[in-house]
């Protein structure tokens, strides 16, 4: 009689769920959309690709954060200098941290 039961117990769970099945086979058209794959490059709407345009973007951007890393580092050198030895001005100390937070970004930029 267990076994009837498990049979029948069975059956009510299992129908709906080959149900269920079945209909997904026969109804292809409620698949989700498939997403593009990462390496396909998508364009721009004037016909460039967008992974070159932004591409393009970071280099400008390296660029421009290159040149005032330059002056910065300049600038701290003057500083350096003018100050004499054994002298340290504070204004010293917030240009390294500047030079350092502009060498980080510079750096992750390269690095993507």
């Known amino acids: 009689m267990d076994d ?9 769970i299992a129908s709906p769920l080959l149900r269920a099945k079945g209909q997904e086979q026969q109804n292809p058209s409620r698949q989700l959309p498939v997403p593009p794959s990462p390496e396909e490059d998508r364009k721009l ?6 992974n070159d345009a932004i591409a393009k973007a970071a280099h400008e ?6 040149k005032e890393l330059i ?8 500083e350096l ?5 054994y002298v340290v001005p504070v204004s010293s100390l917030k240009k390294t941290e500047e030079i350092e937070k502009l060498a980080r970004r510079i750096r992750g930029r390269l690095k993507e």
């Open 4 to 12: 009837t039961r498990r049979f029948a117990l069975l059956s009510l």
């Open 45 to 50: 709407p004037n016909g460039k690709s967008q």
């Open 61 to 66: 951007q390296a660029l421009k954060d290159t």
């Open 71 to 78: 002056t910065v580092a300049e600038q701290l050198q003057d």
């Open 81 to 85: 200098q003018k100050a004499g030895s």
